[in-house]
């Protein structure tokens, strides 16, 4: 069992950046990896970005590649998403998730344990 905690939501304006972090609890933690969705309104829940159990190799969705960066610290056993240059488009209820696959995730059902989601708002 993994439970997940995300922060650092909040809102922000156009072309600021944000940090978002998400805490799990229990001594396996290291074991799973990480992935970051959002929702917006009315919309899916879609990909952001994902990072490996050991910390490299993150992979990013298209949409974002170019301004996010996911990364992971073991002691604290947290996992962060900052992006930048943020945009109204990316207002959305931001996930971490968890699995236990080796191989990257970027669809929802492949993760195992969610956390609540954290609300970004992008607006000037």
């Known amino acids: 069992q993994v439970n997940l905690i995300e922060s650092g939501g909040g809102l922000v304006q156009p072309g600021d950046s944000l940090k978002l972090s998400c805490v799990g609890s229990?001594?396996?933690?290291?074991?799973?990896?990480v992935g970051w969705f959002r929702q917006a309104p009315g919309g899916e829940r879609e990909f952001v970005g994902t990072?490996?159990?050991?910390?490299?190799?993150?992979y990013y969705a298209d949409a974002v590649r170019s301004r996010t960066t996911i990364s992971r610290d073991s002691d604290a056993n947290a996992v962060y998403l900052q992006m930048n240059d943020m945009r109204p488009e990316d207002t959305a209820l931001y996930y971490c998730?968890?699995?236990?696959?080796?191989?990257?995730?970027?669809?929802?059902?492949?993760?195992?344990?969610w956390g609540q989601g954290i609300q970004v708002t992008v607006s000037s």
């Open positions: 998730a968890a699995r236990r696959s080796v191989l990257i995730g970027t669809r929802p059902h492949e993760y195992e344990y």
């Open positions: 229990g001594p396996t933690f290291s074991r799973y990896a």
């Open positions: 990072i490996s159990q050991s910390g490299t190799a993150p």
